[in-house]
C-alpha cells in the first residue's frame, strides 16, 4: 500500500476522533496532490480509503499494534453512509432542479405576474413595465457576463445572517398605535393599513439590494424575483419570527392553553387563538372595537392556513442559519415573466433562458450551503422535509393574495407597539363593518 505518512496521521486522527467531512466542491472529484491535499479533507480521506487505509486498523486506545473490533468503528461508518446518503440525495435534487430550467424553455403556459409588479419596480428604480421584452441590446450586455460565481471569503451563511432584516419587516410603520394627536391630523389607521404592501415591499427590496448575489444578476431579474415571491417570504419571516419568539414553555407540538387574556402568545395549533389576537391588535392599531365575527368572515381563512403553516414550520426546528439560506432558496425560485411568446425572439430567447440557468445556479449554491449547515447538526432539520415544506408555504402565499390582508401574520406574530396605552372604543354595527372592509385594504 502506497501511502504518505502525514496521511497516516490525518486518517487515523480522522478515525480515532470520528470526524465527519464535507465536500468543499459538493462533487467528491478534488485532486488530490501533496500541494492540494489540505484543501478538501473529505477527498483526502477518500483517497485514503482508497488507497487500502482500513478502519478498524486504528484502536480506539491508541495504542499501537493490532486491530481493533470494536462497535464505535461500526458505527463510525454508518456515520459517514448517512453523510455520503444526504450528498447523493443534495445532488439529486440539484439535477431535477436543472431538469425544470429545461423544461421551462420548452413550456407555453408562462406563470403570470403579481400586481405588486409596479411596486418592486418603482423601488428599484424600475419603469412599472417588466424591462423583459424591450431594450434587448441592453440586457444581451448584461447576460454576456454570465459565468461562474466568484468565490467569496466571507462564509455566505454569515453574510444572510448579517443582512437579514426580519425585526424591520415585522415593526412595520403601519401597524403601530398611533397617537390621538395624528388622527387628528387627518393619518387615520385605514390609510396606514393600506400602504402595507407597500412598506413590506420597500423593505424587502432594501434586503434584496444587499444581498450576496445582488451584483450578479440585473435588476429585472431581481424585480422579477421579487414580485413573484414576496408573498412566501412574508410568511415564511413571520414563522420564523413566531418560532424563535415563543416561550420555551409552550409546546407548539401539543394542544396550546394558551389564550389571549393570558400570555397573549402566538398559537401553533390552535388557529382560534389566533383569531383572537388578531381581533385584539387589529382593534388596537384602528383604534376602534372590532367584533370578532367580523374579523372571521374577512380573515377567517387566513388564519387558519397561516396556523397550520406555523405548525408544520415548527416541526422543522430550523435554525437561523437554515432560515436565511431557505430565505434566499425561497426568493431564487424563478418562474418566466408574462408576456406573449409568440413576440420574442431568438435572441430574447437566449437570454431569458440565460437568466434562469445564472438564477438557478445560485440557488444551487444555497441549497449546498444548506446541505452541509444540516449534515453538522444531527438533531436538525433535515433536507428532504425543508423542501417538503415549500409547497405548503406557497399555497399559503396564494390566500395571503387573495385576501390582500398583508398584515395578518405580522400582527398574529407580535404586539403592535404601544398596545398598553391605548384606548379602544366600541363601534356601532355599521361602524365595524366599515373598519374591517378598510382594514382589508380591499
Known amino acids: ?6 496521511c497516516k496521521g490525518f486518517f487515523k486522527r480522522t478515525v480515532q476522533n470520528k470526524r465527519v467531512y464535507t465536500c468543499v466542491s459538493g462533487k467528491g472529484g478534488c485532486p488530490m496532490t501533496k500541494e492540494q491535499r489540505n484543501r478538501c479533507q ?15 486498523a486504528v484502536r480506539e486506545d491508541r495504542m ?43 413550456s407555453s403556459t408562462l406563470a403570470p405576474m403579481s400586481p405588486a409588479i409596479t411596486s418592486v419596480a418603482r423601488s428599484l428604480n424600475l419603469p412599472s413595465k417588466s424591462a423583459f421584452a424591450n431594450d434587448t441590446d441592453i440586457m444581451v450586455n448584461a447576460v454576456s457576463n454570465l459565468s461562474q460565481l466568484p468565490k467569496r471569503k466571507k462564509n455566505i451563511i454569515q453574510e444572510l445572517i448579517d443582512i437579514d432584516r426580519i425585526d424591520s419587516l415585522i415593526n412595520l410603520k403601519g401597524l403601530r398605535i398611533s397617537h390621538k394627536g395624528e388622527y387628528e391630523n387627518g393619518i387615520s389607521a385605514c390609510h396606514r393599513l393600506s400602504s402595507i404592501a407597500d412598506e413590506i415591499l420597500e423593505q424587502l427590496v432594501e434586503w434584496t439590494k444587499m444581498l450576496p448575489f445582488y451584483q450578479d444578476l440585473p435588476v429585472e431579474v431581481h424585480t422579477h424575483l421579487l414580485t413573484q415571491r414576496w408573498a412566501e417570504l412574508v410568511l415564511l419571516s413571520a414563522c420564523f419570527y413566531a418560532k424563535s419568539t415563543s416561550s420555551s414553555s409552550q409546546e407548539p407540538l401539543s394542544v396550546s392553553s394558551t389564550t389571549v387574556e393570558g400570555t397573549e402568545e402566538v398559537s401553533f395549533v390552535d388557529s382560534s387563538i389566533n383569531l ?15 367584533p370578532l365575527e367580523d374579523v372571521h368572515k374577512e380573515a377567517g381563512p387566513l388564519v387558519e392556513k397561516f396556523t397550520a403553516l406555523l405548525n408544520s414550520f415548527s416541526r422543522l426546528h430550523i435554525t437561523l442559519e437554515a432560515y436565511v439560506c431557505l430565505k434566499a432558496i425561497t426568493l431564487l425560485r424563478y418562474t418566466l415573466p408574462n408576456y406573449d411568446i409568440t413576440k420574442i425572439n431568438a435572441k430574447e430567447s437566449i437570454l431569458q433562458m440565460s437568466y434562469v440557468r445564472k438564477v438557478s445556479q445560485i440557488q444551487d449554491q444555497f441549497v449546498k450551503a444548506l446541505q452541509i449547515h444540516l449534515s453538522l447538526n444531527e438533531n436538525g432539520a433535515r433536507l428532504t422535509d425543508i423542501l417538503t415544506w415549500l409547497p405548503l408555504l406557497h399555497s399559503a402565499s396564494s390566500v395571503l393574495l387573495h385576501s390582500k390582508m398583508f398584515y395578518v401574520p405580522f400582527l398574529i406574530c407580535k404586539n403592535p407597539q404601544n398596545l398598553g396605552s391605548s384606548v379602544v372604543s366600541t363601534l356601532s354595527s355599521t361602524e365595524s363593518d366599515e373598519a374591517v372592509a378598510t382594514s382589508s385594504c380591499s
Open 64 to 106: 499501537p499494534g493490532g486491530r481493533n473490533g470494536s462497535a464505535i468503528y461500526n458505527l463510525y461508518k454508518l456515520k459517514y453512509k448517512k453523510t455520503r446518503r444526504l450528498q447523493a440525495l443534495c445532488e439529486t435534487i440539484l439535477r431535477e432542479n436543472a431538469r425544470n430550467v429545461s423544461s421551462l424553455s420548452s
Open 276 to 290: 383572537q389576537l388578531l381581533q385584539k391588535r387589529l382593534s388596537a392599531v384602528m383604534g376602534k372595537n372590532i
Open 42 to 56: 473529505y477527498c483526502r480521506f477518500q483517497k485514503c480509503l482508497k488507497q487500502g487505509m482500513v478502519l478498524e
Open 1 to 6: 500500500m502506497v501511502s504518505i505518512t502525514k
